[in-house]
């Protein structure tokens, strides 16, 4: 496949000699598509809000304003006057911080049409490891504008895309792309390709490429690397790969060389102590799936200061022979834990139903012993995100000096009214219809629940249409 002979960042500063230039090289189709126009970062008050900080320092308001200016936040007070600011009416929502999500396959999104729920073999892991195989790098683009548009509808406004499809720098290219034009704040793990050999090292030049050329950007994205399972076959084998530890080390070697977090999927049996006498874990790595820890491997996570993030949805429909979320041995342990959808394909993103169903598990287990509060699980789907992926200096609380990331919910919906304390509502009654704005990086990307410049209906029937023409690729269901 072709690749530009200059930086991605040149050519989205190109002139039009620079266009001029890639046509006589025979290069523009490997060109990056121009970026969408997004809102410009307004100075607007929120008044009159019930104001969820997530900040110990700050508290909550019941009624209160926040300020924000050239994508941060100035001030959070009962009252603020500030000169030419744009009003904002909060009365009747609740203004917290926008929901982190830790670990997101956007890439296989569009894959609804094929995945089932209760067919094993059209299940997620065989169908987007067939499918995934076949994607072009336009369809990686439609795929992750579709997760990233249902993301921002539920109120997300920071991802982790788990991109363990990266068949070709142009693959590379087109999620990030789709991340910068959707407007959302977020890590791109930059990872192998379905149906890549486990023996084949991943490709850390590529992965240098994608640092030099994208970041730090406007600061909005940052970069790290999906590995492939460790140690043993387990759930999702054939999709995630499967690593020796000498295999594992060489990978991870690389992505640290150019100073870059890890992340990986634990699911089966563990690879936690293998890992530990490797020396490899630190606190640069997250896990996904706390659903097999022993108190051993729980101590070890602690003193490395390695996160674990949890997909609830998708977990709680595994059999419990494979484990439970251990959501209670984990906060007792002293871990980083964070909230995440996983992937759309056959359930859809909603962070209020991710915390409702991660409550009902715990409380089903072991409540009676590890108490949990409403409170703590807005924490864990908005700060505890942020810290996980490093960012919490940005994001993750309404602190004034951060970006404002932030969003409204309408509590006087008919399943919210008449709300009373606002994180029971948010985590017993919610759902994404009631996100009524979502700010990102002080941009409004929606506002009274509609898009302010993403064009959705575009997006599903872009979506509609590289699902057909792979179905025909594919010669499914044959
Ligand atoms: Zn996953």
Known sequence: MARTLISRRSVLEGTAALGALLAAAGELSAQPRPPTPLPPRDTFVIRGATVLTMDDNLGDLAAGDVHVRDGAIVAVALRIDAAGAQIIEGRGMICMPGFVDTHWHLWTSLLRPFVRADVAEL???????????????????????????????????????????????????????????????????????????????????????????????????????????VGAMSIGGATRGVLTIEQTKRD?????????????????????????????????????????????????????????????????RRPASVGVIQLGELLEAGIKVSLSTDHTTNYNCDPFVAMRILFALHQHRIGDKVPLTVKRLVRLATLDGAIDLGIAEKTGSLTPGKRADLILVRSTDINMAPAGDPYEALVSLAQPSNVDTVIVDGRILRQAGKFTALDHAKVVRDAQEAAATLRGKAGWPG
């Open 252 to 316: 991870w070697d690389g992505a640290r060389a150019l100073g870059l977090p890890i992340t990986l999927h634990t699911s089966g049996p563990s690879p936690i102590k293998l890992l530990e006498d490797a020396g490899l874990l630190g606190p640069d790595v997250q896990l996904v799936h706390p659903l097999l820890t022993t108190p051993e491997e729980r101590a070890i996570l602690k003193a490395r200061g390695v996160s674990y993030a949890t997909a609830p949805v998708g977990e709680a």
């Open 123 to 229: 299940g997620y892991f065989p169908v987007s490891n067939r499918l995934g195989q076949l994607m072009t790098p336009e369809d990686s683009y439609r795929s992750v504008m579709l997760g990233l548009s249902e993301a921002l509808s539920a109120g997300v406004t920071t991802v982790h895309n788990w991109a363990h499809n990266v068949r070709s720098p142009e693959h590379a290219d087109a999620e990030l792309s789709a991340m910068r034009d959707a407007g959302i704040r977020g890590r791109f793990a930059y990872g192998p390709a379905q149906g890549m050999p486990d023996d084949q090292p991943m490709d850390h030049a590529g992965l240098a490429r994608v640092k030099r050329d994208w970041m730090p950007g406007d600061g909005l994205l940052t970069l790290g690397i999906c590995s492939r399972n």
